[in-house]
């Protein structure tokens, strides 16, 4: 039995798609517990590409239970468009797809005011992907937000649509300067969701404790990142969600001493999309290298990310904040035919030496990277399956890493595809 969280441990699109799926085959449960549409999680099956936005990344496998828990903001438009894609695909959704009821609805408001306040942020933009999320989850906070379970009742849900959209056309108009939104094609419009949803909507928290006390293998399919954190990330840069280890235990309602792995996921560089610091960034040509064979745009929302070197830093804060039992490396392949590599052990600030990143956002922007420099190898490492198999410099770039952090590498990744991988330690035991 083995309940294991999957987080990203950078600033999101570490691979966290491609390792849920591989560790999928023998998980009885992959659930995803945080964010929402913001998240896309790539799997490559056969050169056939997939990208979930809400469905666990699992969903591929068959007889699996996928679980979108409480701590999710659902739009239900996306959802239903990813169901219809999978079934269009023959991929079996209904009986393994559940709902929380718990989890909050994206509502077009939330798209209309992000779109609308972003634009009030001058140079200072955080670049969201524009789904929603982040007024999503304060109507959640505010406790003003509208959940699936209010669906299935719609009474209650007109109710509270009336509600929320009094104060929201007060300050479409008045603030924004925007259109307003009208009560009557909303209603009808999540009706009509309500109807195709219906079938999946249950109490996700009992099935996946029930599934806990069957000592079933779970499977907790974090979205962004742990620079992205509301709490632990590069605040204000960051999502508005518990991306962390800690977000699996309330974004679906398990207990913290169910926990048995934590697994990092990291590339053997980094990369950031939208705002914020990134102290290792590469604005050269080795940046754009990296950008274009490791096919570096959004899965999500298709904008170039920003790519730089592996950033000790950014690790060593997340295999603390996140427990981390262990750590995936994905993207080695990428770094084939590089002559250096570099790996920032610190930053400096005016002469200071910050070991630990500063919390400071102002410090944090203004920070120089501090570089251990490695040669690189000249051979492709694609495919290869073995770690015995890898050019030795490969081999001494990746236990630099494991020393450096302190945290078990029990995982490499060396393609897009499902089987291009190094099994290190048999993540179920
Ligand atoms: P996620 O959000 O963490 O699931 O990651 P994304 O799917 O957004 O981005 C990761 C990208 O890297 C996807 O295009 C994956 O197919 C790809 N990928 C994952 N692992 C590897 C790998 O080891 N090598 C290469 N070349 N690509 C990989
Ligand atoms: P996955 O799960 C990378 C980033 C956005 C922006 C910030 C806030 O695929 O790793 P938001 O729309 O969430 O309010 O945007 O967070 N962001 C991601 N970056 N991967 C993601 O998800 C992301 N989800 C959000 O680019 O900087
Ligand atoms: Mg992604």
């Not at 699996?248 to 169910?258: E, I, R």
Request: glycine fraction near 10%; include cysteine; hydrophobic fraction near 35%.
């Amino acid at each position: 039995m083995a309940n294991i969280i999957i987080v990203g441990a950078q600033w999101g699109d570490e691979g966290k798609g491609k390792i849920v799926d591989y560790l999928s085959e023998k998980a009885d449960v992959i659930a995803r517990y945080q964010g929402g549409n913001n998240a896309g999680h790539t799997v490559v099956i056969n050169n056939k590409k997939f990208i979930f936005h809400l469905i666990p990344s699992g969903i591929l496998h068959k007889g699996k239970i996928c679980i979108i828990g409480n701590g999710v903001v659902v739009d239900p438009s996306v959802l239903i468009e990813e169901i219809n894609s999978l079934k269009k695909k023959k991929i079996k959704v209904d009986g393994k797809l559940y709902l929380s009821k718990n989890a909050h609805l994206i509502m077009p408001y939330h798209k209309v005011i992000e779109k609308e306040s972003e634009k009030f942020k001058g140079f200072k933009k955080i670049g969201t992907t524009g789904r929603g999320i982040g007024p999503a989850y304060v109507d959640k906070i505010a406790r003003t937000g509208i959940r699936v379970v209010d669906l299935l009742q719609p009474t209650v849900f007109k109710e509270k649509l009336k509600a929320n959209l009094t104060i929201i056309n007060f300050l479409l108009k008045n603030l924004y300067n925007a259109p307003c939104l009208k009560e009557k094609v909303l209603y009808s419009e999540y009706m009509d969701y309500a109807k195709k949803l219906s079938k999946y909507i249950v109490d996700t928290d009992i099935i996946i404790n029930v599934m806990i006390s069957k000592n079933k293998n779970i499977i907790f399919e974090g979205a962004q990142g742990t620079l992205l954190d509301v709490d632990h990330g590069t605040y204000p840069y960051v999502t508005s969600s518990s991306a962390t280890a800690g977000g699996a235990c309330t974004g679906l309602g398990v207990g913290p001493t169910n926990i048995t792995k934590v697994l990092g996921i990291s590339k053997v560089y980094t990369t950031r999309v939208g705002g914020g610091p990134f102290p290792t960034e590469i604005k050269d040509s080795v940046g754009e290298m990296l950008r274009e064979k490791g096919l570096e745009y959004g899965a999500t929302t298709g904008r170039p990310r920003r790519c730089g070197w592996l950033d000790m830093v950014v690790l060593r804060h997340s295999a603390r904040v996140n427990g981390l039992t262990g750590i995936a490396l994905t993207k080695l392949d990428v770094l084939d035919g590089l002559k250096t590599i570099k790996i920032c052990t610190s930053y400096k600030h005016k002469g200071k030496i910050y070991k630990e990143f500063p919390k400071e956002i102002n410090i944090m922007e203004e920070c120089k990277p501090i570089y251990k420099e490695y040669k690189g190898w000249n051979t492709s490492t694609v495919g290869i399956k073995e770690f015995t198999k890898l050019p030795e410099r490969a081999r001494i770039y990746i236990k630099e890493i494991e020393n450096m952090l302190g945290v078990e590498v029990q995982m490499i990744s060396t393609g897009q595809k499902r089987d291009e991988v190094i099994l290190l330690k048999n993540i179920y035991l």
